[in-house]
């Protein structure tokens, strides 16, 4: 008893003064009056008022989410200038990870209603499915041709200052880039997506 004071007085204000619930009831629940006759509720008026409800719950609730998700991004982006600033290593990684996370949260919360509101049969999401792929394919692309053109750019580096660690880094950007961009062509056309 000792360790728990506030807990085990809450306990015994909770038994001692018993509360009263002054709630309204919900609105697809029919009107309590004596000397009205019970009729029945029809499951479709019961869920479309559930369902409205939720709908007007949700706008809030995805209101606030949209604030809360920015507040972090603003938050990981003020701890990075200062871990910058500041020289601190691990408080950089926080804010890298705050924000990185901030992000994805934002894009999940914008384009999972768009997702999941396009899908209307296993058509749509095979289809879906095949344009992820495609913007993957195509995104490895794109990262492939800017890694060939900074290895360019190590190349004149090294050619610059003959730095050895320049070339080192120049002829494996340059490989690893091949490598991704071919492999990004050529395994859709070995593999096609049904």
């Known amino acids: 008893m000792k360790h728990y004071p506030l807990t085990f007085t809450i306990f015994l204000v909770l038994i001692l003064f018993p509360t009263y619930a002054f709630a309204a009831p919900l609105p697809f629940m029919p009107e309590k009056d004596p000397d009205r006759k019970i009729e029945a509720v029809s499951g479709d008026s019961l869920f479309g008022g559930i369902l409205n409800d939720l709908e007007e719950l949700l706008g809030p ?13 603003i938050i990981g982006s003020v701890v990075m200038v200062m871990s910058i600033l500041f020289k601190n290593g691990q408080w950089q990684k926080y804010g890298q990870t705050t924000m990185l996370f901030s992000f994805l949260g934002m894009m999940t919360l914008r384009g999972l209603p768009v997702v999941v509101l396009s899908i209307h049969s296993m058509a749509d999401l095979g289809l879906l499915l095949h344009y992820f792929l495609k913007v993957l394919s195509y995104s490895t692309v794109f990262i492939a041709f800017v890694g060939i053109a900074a290895s ?26 091949l490598i991704m961009m071919s492999f990004a062509i050529a395994i859709p056309l070995i593999f096609p997506a049904i």
Do not use: E, Q
């Open 61 to 73: 609730v995805y209101g606030y989410g949209v604030t809360i998700i920015t507040a972090f991004f």
């Open 152 to 177: 360019f750019l190590f190349r004149f580096g090294h050619r610059l200052i003959d730095h050895p660690d320049f070339y080192r880094w120049s002829k494996n950007l340059f490989t690893v880039s």
